[in-house]
């Protein structure tokens, strides 16, 4: 047996092939196409944003975004994330200052987000977590207390809505990645949600060269759009993604039949006045109480050929190409719970047989008290 800690979601594969056969027809196959066009405007409908632009990959936009608002100084975020939320920052030679999260749904601890504003600080880049939300009505209270852009990281919330509006509908800019593994992938692509169009004018000139028009190049850009093969994979994906979304709060809720209420594992909550997407599914193992640490866990999982992930760790502050710049003390929660978490397999294809094994494997390993 052998089960990924996730796979990917794919149409069936007459679809996909109907949906690119006008490209040999055209020959047309980037530089914002019909495909492009299509998704975009299909897109901008399912997430219920107002504007939104497709680039080749998540963290193109948001490192493209972080330069099309012109910052300089510093700005607050989460150490709890993948990489490409920090480099993205430091990219644009800005200085990340990291806040600690929350120990019940892992986003940034808006309740300490205040005390880190310095007269140099410019932005908040807070990151949905495992499709779980950011506190957005504080870190709203925040930015406009003190003049701050608001950039989400929404990779992890593709089509979730809070109190009814798309996710994609809050700060100055939501980002999402379409990664292969996303809820909703476009092979490899990405997106920013907004509602100034004068932002929107600067992020399409940065990945297009900064090209304005077919004689002026008035900017310095990069190269990010999304070709026409992954605009079609999103198109086709799109259709199902209602479906794939039902099929993986499926699992997850069979997940916690599971393992609810079992001493040393901590489950993630369910969020008040969020429709999530079941985008992961994360348990935090006490080892005192449990018996069996996070990563003996995962070593027993990786024997039985199941992949789990431990997702995040380690922590952005801790990288070596970071190193003594960071000071980790600060983020004591945050520490704690990258030695303790791990994601288990979660994906639209995973059987209810399979989650019964992979939770066997894991209360196996329970301690057994007197």
């Known amino acids: 047996m052998n089960i990924l800690v996730t796979r990917s979601s794919m149409p069936p594969l007459d679809e996909y092939m109907d949906e690119i056969k006008e490209l040999w027809e055209t020959h047309w196959l980037t530089n914002m196409g019909v495909k492009h066009r299509q998704l975009q405007e299909k897109l901008k409908e399912y ?23 012109n910052l300089r100084g510093e700005v607050i975020t989460t150490p709890f994330t993948f990489a490409s939320t920090t480099h993205a920052i430091v990219r644009n030679g800005l200085i ?25 600080t410019c932005a908040i880049v807070p990151v949905h977590v495992y499709g779980n939300i950011c506190n957005i009505e504080e870190i709203e209270r925040i930015a406009h207390k003190y003049g701050l852009k608001v950039i989400y990281d929404a990779a992890h919330a593709f089509g979730e809505t809070y109190k009814g509006k798309g996710i994609g509908t809050f700060g100055d800019v939501s980002c999402f990645s ?30 297009n060269f900064g090209i304005r028009g077919p004689e002026v190049v008035d900017g310095v850009g990069a190269n990010a759009k999304m070709n026409e093969f992954c605009a079609a994979m999103g198109i086709c994906n799109l259709k199902h993604v209602n479906d ?34 079941y985008a992961y599914f994360p348990i935090m193992i006490d080892e005192k109480i449990f018996g069996f640490s996070r990563n003996e866990v995962f070593d027993k999982l990786a024997e039985n050929g199941v992949g789990a992930r431990k997702y995040f ?31 288990l397999p979660l994906y639209a294809d995973l059987s209810e047989d399979d989650v019964d094994f992979i939770c066997r494997v894991i209360l196996q390993c329970k301690k057994r008290r007197p």
């Open 47 to 69: 997430l219920g944003v107002s504007n939104i632009d497709l680039l080749t990959n998540g963290h193109m936009a948001l490192e493209l975004t972080l330069q099309a608002l």
């Open 96 to 120: 990340p200052v990291f806040c600690d999260i929350n120990a019940s749904d892992f986003t940034i601890d808006a309740d300490k987000i205040e005390s880190l504003i310095t007269d140099r």
């Open 178 to 207: 379409f990664h292969a593994t996303k809820v909703f992938n476009t092979i490899e692509g990405g997106a920013v949600c907004f509602n100034d169009s004068d932002f929107g004018m600067r992020i399409y000139r940065l990945k």
């Open 244 to 277: 794939e979304i039902l099929k993986r709060k499926s699992i997850a809720e069979h997940y916690r039949s599971c393992l609810e209420g079992i001493e040393g594992i901590q489950l993630s909550p369910l969020q008040e006045n969020v429709e999530s997407n």
């Open 313 to 343: 760790y380690p922590l952005t502050n801790t990288f070596e190409c970071f190193h003594g710049k960071y000071d980790v003390t600060l983020t004591p929660v945050a520490v704690h719970i990258s030695k303790r978490i791990l994601t």
